[in-house]
């Protein structure tokens, strides 16, 4: 079992680029949730999906894009890297129903320039 | 709305000894309450949950926590640290939705740092 898994695990981004952290997960789960998480700050919810072509915001959605074309995938963008979002990322998929937890992948850590 | 509040963003204690990591929430409706524990450079992994019935909850590693409504309080225990408990903690939770469950949109806590001496 595979559950999440999130690639690159490390990036070094010079401000102004782009990219797209990918999250996959195999456990047919209907939500799926990026987070960032800051020293100090915990996680801190960047944009979640209830389903393929439904997305929201979270807590800190400003800067990142999300889209949901499958069940099983779900990348985030950064349009306009900042140093400001120098972060860890941790992408996490639970089902919608039952008493349900959510299953992280190992993180990608984002330096920014 | 929801919040959670952990009490101390460091503890360090030493090995054999109990262990308490505090953790307060604020939620509107029933709360679905969670402890992850983050070892150096992973991801997170849930050490228990508790989301109805029992108060006392067990998890893994030997870690319990329990449910008090009148404190707003799921504060994790140990009664012996092990080394290899160093980690960092993070209480959650999550807020039941209109049909009685809940699913992963998760609020956090900010984290607390175990040290275990020897």
Redesign the interface.
């Known amino acids: 079992n595979a559950g ?1 898994t999130q690639t690159p695990k490390f990036q070094v981004l010079k401000t102004g680029q782009s990219m797209t952290l990918q999250c996959a997960q195999d456990m047919n789960h ?2 799926m ?1 990026w ?1 960032r998480q800051d020293p ?6 960047i944009h ?1 999906s ?1 389903g393929a072509g439904i997305t929201d915001q979270g807590e800190v959605p400003n800067g990142y894009n999300v889209s949901r074309s499958t069940t099983e995938d779900f990348p985030l963008r950064l349009l306009s890297a900042a140093p400001s979002q120098t972060s860890v990322y ?1 992408c ?16 990608t850590r984002l330096t920014v320039v | 709305a929801q919040s959670v509040t952990q009490l101390g963003s460091h503890v360090s204690v030493s090995e054999g000894a109990l262990v308490l990591l505090r953790c307060n929430y604020s939620s509107s409706v029933p709360p679905y309450l969670f402890w992850y524990v983050q070892y150096p450079n992973q991801g997170l992994q849930l050490l228990l949950k508790y989301t109805t019935g029992a108060t006392l909850v067990k998890g893994i590693n030997g870690f319990e926590a329990e449910f008090k409504k009148s404190e707003t309080s799921f504060h994790l225990t140990k009664p012996s640290a092990h080394m290899s408990d160093a980690a960092e903690y993070f209480c959650a939770v999550s807020a039941a939705n209109a049909g009685g469950t809940s699913y992963g949109k998760l609020t956090f806590g900010q984290g607390t740092i175990l040290t275990v001496h020897p």
Do not use: P
């Not at chain 1, 100090?40 to 919810?45: E, I, S």
């Open positions: 999440v209907e939500y949730s987070y100090g700050m915990g996680l801190r919810l979640y209830v941790f996490a998929s639970s089902q919608l129903t039952g008493y349900t937890e959510a299953f992280f992948g190992q993180g």
